[in-house]
């Protein structure tokens, strides 16, 4: 590891600050409480960048960034992790860097509502965590992941864009798959993990409508599933739910997301003068029979007025969150004092199975169904001098050899003779 940029990550943590943007001959920028600020005598070449860059991706890490410009990846040293994304602009490569603590803070230190310890208790059901980006969901999904680990002998299951933090299994067996080096897809890690028999299952990121099909599924199927999702508050987390998919099919996923629904929660984090740093400042939407009613029946519009109604159910609204639990706290735990306590944080290596191909994902050509495939051009294989075919592979499970064969006989029927007249 480059020592210039381990002394910084280090002198960054002292400083408390969350995040650093680091790109070819212009400062260093770093953000701090939420506001950006520029060190002009910190400056990176652009071939120093590159270098590091270098030395830091994996083979396949390298492939993407080469052929995608970007790539979203995560480290550990000395007792600190941190969550990179190297992208290419006008200044040659940038990285955007994010600190995070080597060991997972606990909902206390978080100084996350108490209440929330009542999840690693559930059995089954979706729960949901959304804010905006650099909000703390995936913090926040963390505490509560490693509260059932303290707790519960069972098996969870993470897939994420990319792994966040490292859980060292205590009383629960935990895997953890990373999309684009352990798995191609959050839809195909969640396909998955329905067939390798958890209890629990984490999916990083609910953004394309079938990863929300898939995730509803496994909550449906009797898995407890976290999610993360980027929403401003409840009404909108649950429009984009209802609304990642069209025509009759929403009605499905509106009674699939009301039947599922356990816990909604919506994170800020916002500067507290008592505190003099950011906390999280939660909605809470349980699912009680009211709220699942109106997510079942389309009405968004009376959820502030159920959870305002809710209070005893465990119901906050951000308002009234702030001004009954935060305003009353006597005194806060500053989130960066999770770093250094590394004591108990993982040394399990990664292993690269000699079986498995890094590369074999980014050769395959995955289609939704056949038609798709059709509508796109894809390499052709030459059969014979006269002949030539269209192969594809499909995501279609329920296709066998038998329905191979019968597709291909019938493209053979379809070709024309050599009159020039169709079979």
């Keep these: 590891m480059n020592k210039r940029f381990t002394d910084l990550i280090l002198a960054a943590i002292k400083q408390r600050i969350s995040d650093l943007h680091i790109t ?9 409480d939420g506001i950006i600020h520029f060190d002009k005598n910190v400056k990176w070449s652009h071939t120093d960048i590159d270098t590091i860059v270098k030395e830091m991706l994996s083979e396949r890490q390298l492939f993407t960034l ?74 926040t999904v963390a505490a509560i992941i490693e509260e059932i680990n303290r707790a519960r002998p069972v098996h969870i299951i993470t897939i994420e864009d990319p792994i966040e933090y490292r859980f060292k299994p205590k009383k629960a067996f935990i895997e953890q798959r ?20 958890p209890d629990v299952i984490f999916v990083g990121e609910l953004r394309e409508p079938d990863t929300i099909r898939l995730t509803l599924n496994a909550a449906e199927s009797g898995h407890l599933v976290f999610g993360t999702l980027h929403a401003t508050d409840a009404e909108d987390a649950i429009y984009r739910i209802n609304n990642s998919v069209s025509g009759d099919n929403q009605e499905v996923i509106r009674y699939q997301f009301a039947s599922t629904l356990s816990w909604l929660i919506v994170q800020q984090l916002t500067y507290i003068e008592k505190a003099g740093f950011r906390v999280p400042i939660l909605s809470i939407t349980r699912g009680s029979s009211s709220v699942k009613s109106s997510i079942r029946e389309n009405k968004l519009t009376q959820l502030e007025t159920i959870m305002l109604t809710s209070r005893n159910e465990g119901m ?18 500053h989130p960066y004092k999770s770093f250094g306590m590394g004591a108990d944080s993982s040394k399990e290596l990664d292993y690269t199975s000699s079986l498995i191909d890094p590369n074999a994902v980014q050769d395959i050509v995955y289609m939704a169904s056949v038609d798709d495939a059709y509508a ?15 192969y594809v ?18 493209l053979e029927n379809d070709k024309p003779d050599s009159n020039g007249t169709d079979k």
Aim: charged share 25%.
């Design 316 to 333: 906050f609204t951000m308002s009234l969150y702030q001004k009954e639990f935060i305003g009353n706290l006597p005194t806060f735990n």
């Design 393 to 410: 592979i499909t995501e279609d499970h329920d296709l066998d050899l038998k329905d191979l064969i019968a597709q291909y006989d019938q």
């Design 24 to 32: 070819g001959g212009f400062p260093l920028i770093f953000r701090s």
């Design 178 to 197: 990373e999309v684009g080096i352990h798995v191609p897809s959050f839809n195909q890690g969640l396909l998955d993990s329905l067939r390798e028999n």
């Design 376 to 390: 796109i051009k894809a390499p052709k294989m030459s059969l014979k001098d006269e002949d030539e075919q269209l």
């Design 66 to 139: 080469r052929k995608r410009w970007s790539v979203d990846f995560a480290m550990s040293f000395n007792q600190v992790r941190v969550r990179i994304n190297a992208f290419y602009t006008t200044r040659g490569l940038s990285l955007a860097i994010r600190l995070l603590p080597e060991t997972i803070p606990d909902i206390t230190s978080l100084n996350l509502h108490p209440s929330l310890n009542q999840i690693r208790d559930l059995r089954s059901g979706l729960v949901l965590v959304c804010g905006s980006t650099g909000s703390g969901k995936s913090t």
